[in-house]
């Protein structure tokens, strides 16, 4: 695999299984679900065995199907532990990371072969009675997760909708999309090694901290802002000064929504360290960003991981 391109399901869950062959000592690759379809969900787990449990990062690429600067960001990220590792050796040393670079791996492959636009995953109501919108496909899987699910009550169109055609529809209930589930299922079977869980989405160029469903401040705000002021000037330092991410909860740097991976992932996980990370760039390219951007800006997006796994292993 390259990073001059994007690629498709296929060859990044080949690059994974090449990799844990190759590394075996370092790599693990397993399925930790199936999507609607009927995909593995594949994460890959690297980290240097030690005779002690060690602390857990999660890193979450490709919830949205057309943000394709996602996965393409967290696989360099894990060739770069692996085949760097001698620069990240204190990451791999110190911490297991999980690393699960397509979510929505049905959504991932309709954007390559059917719509470039396409953002929810792929599934379809059972046919009945009750169904009103048989012909309407596609939970958003970032709006499905069950804590303050589908609040509030008054929404706007970005927030989460009860609406089954529309872009954000939140789902028939918390978790009942089979990628959601197994997401969260993973999670919480390992909540009390992960410490730090990160998101990345596109576009914006901002670091994202918890609440999204609500603009109350975080309990911990003093400590989640000022880490993502670390990440943001870590950034900045690996663009040379060229991007200067905003920071804050989502309400205030973009707009409100619940049913969150993120949300969930600090509310009912009761992981402290949650970001979700908006990566470039601001809207000239959009989702559509050209891929001679792809190293940069995995780069930005590696040199956050750095800052937040460093600053937080001397917390432990
Ligand atoms: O709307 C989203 O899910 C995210 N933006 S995106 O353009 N990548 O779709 C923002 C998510 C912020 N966090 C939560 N809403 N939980
Ligand atoms: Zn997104």
Known sequence: MNWQRYHRL???????QDL??????????????????????????????QNYEKPAIFIEGGIHAREWISPATVTFILRQLVLNYDLNQDIVNFYDVYILPVMNPDGYEFTHTKDRLWRKNRSKAPISLGNLFP?????????????????????????????????TYQGESPFSESESRAVSDFVFSKRHLIVIYLSYHSYGEKIVYPWSYTAQPVYDVDDLHPMAIEMSNAIFDESLGKKRFEVGSSPFVQYSASGGSDDWVKGSAG?????LLELPDKGKYGFLLPAKQIVPTAR????????????VSYTL
């Open 10 to 16: 296929g060859t990044i869950y080949q690059f994974m």
């Open 20 to 49: 844990a062959k190759q590394f075996p000592h370092l790599v693990e690759v397993f399925s930790i679900g199936k999507s609607f379809e009927g995909r593995d969900l594949l994460v890959a787990k690297i980290g240097k065995k």
């Open 135 to 167: 012909g309407c496909v596609g939970v958003d899987l970032n709006r499905n997760f069950g804590f303050h699910w589908a609040e509030p009550s008054i929404k706007h169109i970005r927030g989460g909708s009860s609406l089954p055609c529309v872009e």
């Open 271 to 275: 992981v402290k360290w949650v970001f």
């Open 300 to 311: 930005a997006g590696l040199a956050a991981l750095r800052a937040v796994s460093s600053k």
